[in-house]
């Protein structure tokens, strides 16, 4: 049993399976139920956070698979990361670039995470104030000007490591073998990268609509 | 471009496998034609180095001269390729020489390339001819179009280039590196050599196999006789997820 199912391999599906599946699939969800951030506080608060939080059965379940997932995704990422030895100054490939970005993207998206986690939903949970209104408490993390960057820079990394995650997924798991076929998904997924981003950045606008 | 008088190399030496390396330099007077072998070829008969002191000579590695035998591949100027193929006519000045940083140093220039030889055992890069099969009947037949695809990945000459430019590849890592993986493409079209596929498969399926290739696709780029690296990695990604299912679901 051990032999035919390959904890290595195992590993290393279930790592690129977290990363699309629950992760990815959550991120794309969590940008589009914030971009409504645009219709107002009341909107949000009502429809998006108490709406769509009531339309969730078993919501603990999911976070806690969530943060399993993200866990593995996570600790089985530093593994590979170790493993490597990035070589883009003597290298100057397009591929090698984003070999280098895929982990530098890894670690500013595990702390945007974290970061983003404690001061929005275990926030939340300790404050009912904040729980109660939470547009007001996002509007008032973009009055600082560094917040916004920060938010950027993180949505942008994760909206990355995602698009171009999914590239190489279609690699290992052999989907697109030929260079030709490795162009055409290059294209799809740096337009999931601009589209994605573009609905994080809107989300950020909607909050604060004085800001751009 | 002004014809220089003279050619000026500077070259990473290193005594013995265990031997701190240094930097020496040596001048050669310019003839037009030469390419790196042919100029260590005359630094070998005038083993004097730039500040005048007789040296032992640079050792390094060649064999065919006409880039098919890959013994010869060394850093010129920091690119990994074959040093006979390499002309000197056309390179900036000073050239500089380095053995392969991804290899145990034998001597100067001359590396250790056995951990690649491990590797091509590892994944069974050969064809089996006492398979069990009555061996006197006519080969199989193998499709033109297949022919030359497979004729692209026989090229390869395990002269290093691609595990020199893979970030995967180093000397703390056990990956097989792209070259290893390329020949089980090749051997697992052979209708012969089929019958090995699935031990081939195994074989890269554990750790320093197909998984630890990151994908930065530099091999593809620097590779010497142009051998469609990725495409063999993208092809054995697509045969190893078939086989773990079948390993998971149809045993």
Known sequence: ?212 | MATPQEFLFRIKRQDSPDTAPYWEQFRMPYAPGHNVVSALMYLREHPVNSAGNKVAPVVWECNCMEEVCGACAMLVNGVPRQACAALLDGLPQPIVLEPLSKFRVVRDLQIDRSRMFEALKKVKAWIRLDHGGDIHRHAPLISPDEQDARYLFSRCMTCGCCMEACPQFHQNSTFIGPAPLAQVRLHNSHPTGAYDKEERLHAIMGEGGITDCGNAQNCVQVCPKEIPLTTAIGELGRQTTAQWLRDLFAR
């Open chain 1, 1 to 212: 049993m051990a032999d035919s199912l390959n904890a290595h391999f195992l590993s290393r599906k279930l790592h690129s399976l977290t990363g699309l599946v629950p992760v990815g699939g959550f991120l794309l969800f969590h940008l589009w139920e914030n971009s409504m951030a645009r219709k107002g506080e009341q909107f949000y608060n009502e429809h998006v956070v108490q709406g769509i939080g009531d339309l969730l059965n078993y919501k603990l379940a999911i976070e806690l698979c969530l943060g399993a997932a993200i866990l593995f995704h996570g600790v089985y990422g530093l593994v590979v990361w170790w493993q490597g030895r990035s070589n883009t100054r003597r290298f100057r490939y397009g591929g090698n670039l984003r070999y280098l970005l895929q982990r530098i993207t890894a670690f500013t998206t595990l702390a945007f995470i974290l970061w983003h986690v404690i001061t929005t939903r275990i926030a939340a949970g300790l404050d009912e104030a904040v729980e109660n209104n939470l547009f007001l408490h996002m509007q008032r993390i973009y009055e600082d000007p560094v917040n916004v960057v920060l938010y950027i820079v993180g949505i942008a990394g994760a909206t990355f490591h995602l698009a171009n995650g999914l590239w190489l997924l279609g690699i290992n798991w052999g989907l697109t073998t030929h260079p030709r076929a490795q162009k055409l998904s290059m294209w799809a997924c740096t337009a999931l990268f601009v589209v994605i981003t573009f609905l994080g950045v809107h989300a950020i606008w909607g909050f604060n609509q004085r800001l751009f």
